[in-house]
């Protein structure tokens, strides 16, 4: 199939854009790497009147630290992440995450900024952007504001964006001390969506391995990203020896209330795998964060 009709505007400044976006409103999408989106197009699964590409936009691309964090542009590509030693330095999870997306090809086009208001739980930069308390920078026409990423994602490919607003950059709060970080997932081949997967942030105490700090982040187990915060809470203040990855993983895969089933997986196999992905991740974590 091919997509339909549409009307198509390459601004060259974020501003342009959001005149754009206030102007059309739902009416009006808007095209970063078009990964996901050209794909829904072509099989009308989603129509749009006009899109409205961000790729001319140069303001929109890069990486720099700022105010204790490192902040992204929206429209840095996937594989400019991957490259970044930068990105390795501040946000490791960020960069082991991203060899996992696709393949190069679509990391080469894919875009932060693209996949993260995409929304897909299936996904690997929303799960970071949650666990790590991610801030995402949004301009409309009206000004900009700043959304936690714990309050972005809303349900299955949607956000707490505004149709007349765009996301500009992603701000990854930096970890220090004793930290380290994990990830995990299960696919049927390389470069396809996860069946389950986990990202682990832990930061242990600088005299003791007590756990001052965790973030377990899940991939395709909801509707929307999902943060396994019951999980989190039984292994804070407590020595990593006395946390044992197969009981966090068991109770991070009850979290989710309602995990897919398709031609993939039952929702029970789904829990299966999504635990062994948590313990894998925690231990992988954990093992870095001792080393200091």
Known sequence: MKAAPFDYDAPTTAEEAVAVLAEHGD?????????????????????????????????????????????IGAATTDAA??????????????????????????????????????????AEYPAVALALDAELEVLSARGRRAVAARD????????????????????FPRWSGRCGFGVDEFARRHGDFAIAGAVVAV????????????????????????????AEAVALGVDVADVGPAELGALASSEPADPP????????????????????????????????
Do not use: N
Request: proline share 4%; charged share 25%; with cysteine.
């Open 203 to 230: 930061q242990l105490a600088d005299d003791t391995d007590t756990v001052q700090r965790c973030a377990i982040g899940l991939i395709g187990m909801e509707s929307a990203p999902l943060r396994a915060s019951a």
């Open 261 to 292: 089933a398709d031609l993939h997986g039952t929702a029970a196999y789904r829990r299966r795998v999504c635990a062994t992905m948590v313990a894998r991740a925690w231990v992988a974590a954990v093992e870095e964060a001792r080393r200091g």
């Open 81 to 122: 992440v991957e490259r970044s030693a930068e990105v390795r330095t501040a946000a490791p999870l960020l960069s082991r995450v991203t060899p996992l997306i696709g393949h190069l090809q679509i990391r080469s086009r894919g875009t932060i900024g693209g996949s993260i208001a995409h929304a897909d739980p299936a």
């Open 27 to 71: 009416e009006a999408k808007v095209l970063a790497g078009g990964q996901s989106l050209i794909p829904m197009l072509a099989l009308r699964l989603a129509m749009f009147d006009r899109l409205v590409d961000i790729g001319r936009i140069d303001a929109l691309r890069g990486i720099e630290s700022r105010d204790g964090a490192l902040r």
């Open 152 to 171: 972005f994602f809303t349900g299955l490919w949607s956000t707490a964006l505004e149709p007349d607003e765009l996301l500009v950059a992603v701000s």
